[in-house]
């Protein structure tokens, strides 16, 4: 090749790799995510750290590798103002007291309930920690919320991230294998927060992932969340017995207060004197997601008109268990002093179904050695007006 021609060529690709390639964007706003990790006090198991991540719009996502929890993130409103929109403690020793709600941890292995703790695969019975007389709730008596996970950053393209691993010992709590979970979290430019959970085990066992984040768009302490206008893209829901435990029934939501189909204030019909939710407390029940695939898609959002903060949830998991804070009762003391009241956080906690090991008619959560378990779950922060 001619010199001069192939300075022609190396400039054109040099201009069109200007122009065109969008990767350069990518680039300049990667560089304004970051992770910082500090220390955060001692727990049983070691040292804990707390890790922050941020984004070039000024979100800040803190998380500590006890119980992976998310202890702070904070979102700004219409006018540009931050608030921590999670619910939490300011230390470490709060959490470790063992009296959190499971404040913005990791539920592990199996979220949500378990009927009488008991459960049998291949023939095989398993007995578990009862912790919520009569059943099992969140794993046991120490779920993988009140664990040290091994912690590391991790670079991905347009990401600031945190890898979480831990290693379930088998019969844990009651749980068969040794499981190998990892979660990571991931916070990018476009203020979404990428949870990814993957799990692999030696013996068959069951398994059922989520984050148990409270959030108050108002901001933590700002009062309740019945103003909140929630949608939940679930034509079904699991209608639930005294303990709490689904009766295999998959409902219509129609013409029920479980329709949250279009935006809907939280408040609306909770005292509408329905039978579920009383026996709920309010709302705290297993939707079932109306999903076309095994993608990641839309379940649920949130906006807190005040403030003009929307929350999108978007996820992998064929269910999502909406808690309004009903068991909150100003007995904890959380950030800056203000108590915990009743209904002043919601979760949104992306899930298999409650019980799924007892119920044939739900999808399935067991994980056999070979396979790999895997389930996203994306929170996406903006405002509207
Ligand atoms: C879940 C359960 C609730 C309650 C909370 C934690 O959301 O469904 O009943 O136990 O966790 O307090």
Redesign the pocket.
Known sequence: MKPVTYFLLLSLLGATGCKNNPRQNETAEASALSVKVSDYGQTVEGPAKLYTLTNSKGIQVEITNYGGIITRLLAPDKNGQFADVVLGFDKLEDYLQNNS??FGAI?GRF???IAKGAFSIDGQQYALAIN?APNT??GGAAGFDKHLWQAREIGREGYAGLELNRTSPDMEEGFPGNLNATVRYLLNDDNELLIEYEATTDKATIINLTN?AYFNLKGAGNGDILGHELMIAASRFTPVDST?IPTGELRPVAGTPFDFKNPTPIGARINAGDEQLRL?RGY???FVLDKSGQGLELAASAFEPTSGRFLEVLTTEPGI?F?C????DGSTVGKGGVKHEYRTGF?L?TQHF?DSPNQPGFPATVLRPGEKFASKTVYRFSVKE
Not at 325 to 328: A, D, I, P
């Open positions: 709600p499971y539920i979220g949500n309930r919520n709730l969140h148990h709490l709920g705290d029940h297993n268990q808690y804070g009903n068991f909150l979760c906690e409650p």
